[in-house]
């Protein structure tokens, strides 16, 4: 399929267990992104990626750990859940990290720890 | 009307009328702004941008205005339609990503 994929769509978890959520993207994009997604907040920024191997933190990293072997994939991982970490979880690909290339967003990933 | 729901506010429109969805930005120093739709169960999606030396902008059925001298945006949407039914918000920004901030959202009911 073409576009950005995310896997799971639902995950509920344990607080404790780790989790990864999946991202895949088919445009080749050097930029992808990983945000949250809380009931009355606007996105945040978990982390970023500007190509293969090269990752750095937003604004909310804490909890999270993010890799990124090849260009089409960029997995977040939760080491421990925490109650906190419940959220949506959208994953995003761009040509570059400024704001006139468009973002695309993936449909989004609804986690729930308990 | 508008108003100001437990977490999100929202505006309900007539099929038909016109819609203005607000968005007061916090940093007077950016300088560019997006408007997305986000549907219910999807990704948030582009509708049109604008950049800080400009004050209006037009797409299909969207105007985006820029008022810098109170840090104000808003979105209007032409013959509001059912489809147009979504959370819109806006993004404020110096022109990279790993800076943008993200407005909460409004949610748009459109009445039939």
């Known amino acids: 399929d073409a576009g950005i994929t995310q896997s799971p769509r639902y995950k509920i978890t344990e607080t404790g267990r780790q989790v990864t959520l999946m991202c895949h993207q088919t445009w080749s994009h050097s930029y992808m992104f990983w945000y949250r997604q809380d009931l009355g907040h606007g996105l945040r920024l978990i982390y970023y990626s500007a190509a293969a191997d090269i990752t750095d933190k937003g604004e909310v990293p804490d909890g999270y750990v993010v890799s990124r072997s090849k260009t089409e994939n960029f997995p977040l991982t939760l080491e421990s859940a925490t109650r906190s970490q419940t959220s949506v979880y959208f994953c995003?690909?761009?040509?570059?990290?400024?704001?006139?290339?468009?973002?695309?967003f993936g449909p989004g990933t609804r986690l729930t720890v308990l | 009307g508008e108003s100001v729901g437990l977490h999100l506010p929202t505006l309900s429109v007539q099929e038909g009328d016109n819609s203005i969805i607000n968005c007061a930005y916090s940093?007077?120093?950016?300088?560019?702004f997006i408007w997305y739709k986000q549907e219910s169960g999807k990704g948030p999606q582009f509708i049109i941008d604008i950049r800080s030396n400009m004050d209006k902008r037009q797409g299909q059925r969207v105007t985006v205005l820029l008022n810098k001298t109170v840090k104000h945006l808003s979105l209007q949407i032409a013959a509001t339609q059912p489809g147009d039914s979504a959370v819109y918000f806006c993004a404020e920004g110096s022109g990279s990503y790993d800076k943008v901030i993200f407005g909460p959202g409004t949610s748009l009911s459109v009445i039939p």
């Open positions: 995003a690909s761009s040509e570059s990290g400024y704001q006139y290339n468009e973002q695309f």
């Open positions: 940093n007077s120093a950016s300088d560019y």
